[in-house]
C-alpha cells in the first residue's frame, strides 16, 4: 500500500470494524478460512469501506445500506484498492466469511448480516469484471500502476514528481510532435484546435490525461456538499465523475489554445485546469447540470457566487468562463447563442 492507503488504515483501525477484524484474527474461524486472503489483505478492503462508507455516505459499518455497500464494492473499491480481478475471487468469500463471524459474535442483527451478505455475493461479478479496466480507476490508483510499472517507489515524492514531469512532457510531445511547448508558448487557434483534438478527444488517453492533469486525484469532489434533487434531476455519482474527468480535459485543453481561448494574463496551467474543473463540478454538484443542460439562470448563480466569495477572483474567472463559453461553442456542446446568453448572465451574477 501507498502512503494514502496506510493514512486511511490508519484513520480506520482501530474502531467499531478494527476491534472486529482484531477479534476475526484471534478466533477459531479465522484459523479455518480459506487460505488464498492473507490478514493484510481483508484489512485493507475493509478499511477502504469503512472510510468510504463514512466519508461518502455518512455510513457507519453498523448501518450501511445495500444501495451504499453496492457502490462500494463495484465502484469505491475497485477505483482505490490495488486488487487486481483474481484478487477479488479470494477478497468475496473473505468478506462473506468475516460478516458471518460478526454475526456469530452478535455485533450485528441477523438480518443485517445476510443483506451484507447477499450485497457482497451479488456485487462480486461486477468487482471482477471492472478490476483490470483502467478506466475504473481513480487517480491515485492509475499512477500508482503506472509508477509501479516504472519501477518507482510510490512513497518517494521526488521520483514521483521527476516521473509526473517526464509523462506530461510525453504526452505534449504526442500534442506537438515536431516542437513540444514550452509553458507559456502559444498556438494558432485552428491548428492547437486539430492538434490537441487527436489526443484529448481519445478514449485510451483519458486515464493518463486524468493522472496527470487532475488536482483531485483522491476524488474529493464526490464528498464535497451537493443537491440530491433539484426538480426532476437527481445526483448521480457516476455522472458526478464523468463530469469531473470531462472538465479535466476541458481544462487542459483551455490552456493549450489559449491563444484563441483567453484566459487570465497571470494564471498558471494548473490555475486554469482547476478554474475550469471548479466551474463545472460546481454546476453539477448545485444545479444538477452537465454542460449539454447549463441554463442562463444557473451562469448567474455562478456569476454571483464568484463576485461574492473570497476563493474565486471574479475578473479572471469572468475571463476564464467567458473562454470556455467560447470554446465550447466551437466543439457544438453548446450553441453560440447559448454561449453568449450564459456569458452575459454570468456578468449580471
Not at 111 to 120: F, G, N, W
Request: aromatic share 10%; glycine share 4%.
Amino acid at each position: 500500500m501507498g502512503k494514502f492507503e496506510d493514512d486511511i488504515v490508519k484513520t480506520q483501525f482501530p474502531d467499531t470494524i478494527g476491534k472486529w477484524f482484531t477479534a476475526y484474527l484471534a478466533s477459531d474461524a479465522w484459523q479455518k478460512r480459506a487460505r488464498d486472503v492473507a490478514a493484510p489483505q481483508l484489512k485493507e478492503a475493509l478499511s477502504w469501506l469503512a472510510f468510504y462508507g463514512d466519508s461518502e455516505f455518512g455510513q457507519a459499518p453498523t448501518d450501511w445500506t445495500a444501495e451504499a455497500l453496492e457502490t462500494l464494492l463495484t465502484d469505491t473499491l475497485v477505483a482505490r484498492a490495488n486488487f487486481t480481478a483474481m484478487d477479488y475471487w479470494h477478497i468475496v468469500p473473505a468478506l462473506y466469511d468475516f460478516f458471518t463471524f460478526v454475526g456469530e459474535q452478535k455485533w450485528l442483527p441477523a438480518e443485517r448480516v445476510k443483506l451484507y451478505q447477499q450485497t457482497i455475493i451479488a456485487a462480486a461479478p461486477t468487482m471482477v469484471t471492472r478490476a483490470d479496466d483502467s478506466d475504473n480507476f481513480a487517480a491515485d490508483k492509475f499512477l500508482t500502476a503506472h509508477l509501479i510499472a516504472a519501477d518507482v517507489d510510490p512513497d518517494n515524492e521526488g521520483a514521483v514528481a521527476m516521473f509526473v514531469v517526464k509523462s506530461e512532457l510525453a504526452i505534449l510531445n504526442k500534442i506537438f510532435p515536431d516542437d513540444a511547448p514550452a509553458d507559456d508558448a502559444v498556438t494558432p487557434k485552428a491548428e492547437g484546435v486539430k492538434q490537441t483534438a487527436a489526443i484529448l478527444d481519445d478514449p485510451a488517453m483519458a486515464p493518463e490525461l486524468l493522472m496527470l492533469f487532475d488536482p483531485d486525484r483522491d476524488e474529493a469532489f464526490l464528498r464535497a456538499n451537493h443537491r440530491q434533487t433539484l426538480g426532476a434531476q437527481t445526483w448521480q455519482r457516476q455522472t458526478a465523475r464523468l463530469v469531473h474527468h470531462r472538465a479535466v480535459i476541458t481544462g487542459v485543453r483551455l490552456w493549450l489554445t489559449r491563444d484563441a481561448y483567453p484566459v487570465a494574463s497571470w494564471a498558471s496551467s494548473q490555475e486554469v485546469y482547476e478554474a475550469v474543473i471548479l466551474v463545472m463540478d460546481s454546476l453539477y454538484q448545485q444545479r444538477l447540470e452537465t454542460p449539454e443542460m447549463w441554463t442562463a439562470a444557473s451562469w448567474q448563480l455562478w456569476g454571483s457566487f464568484c463576485r461574492q466569495t473570497e476563493l474565486i477572483d471574479g475578473q479572471a474567472a469572468l475571463v476564464t468562463d467567458v473562454s470556455l463559453l467560447d470554446m465550447l461553442a466551437d466543439q457544438g456542446v453548446v450553441t453560440p447563442e447559448q454561449a453568449a446568453t450564459f456569458a452575459a448572465a454570468f456578468r449580471e451574477g
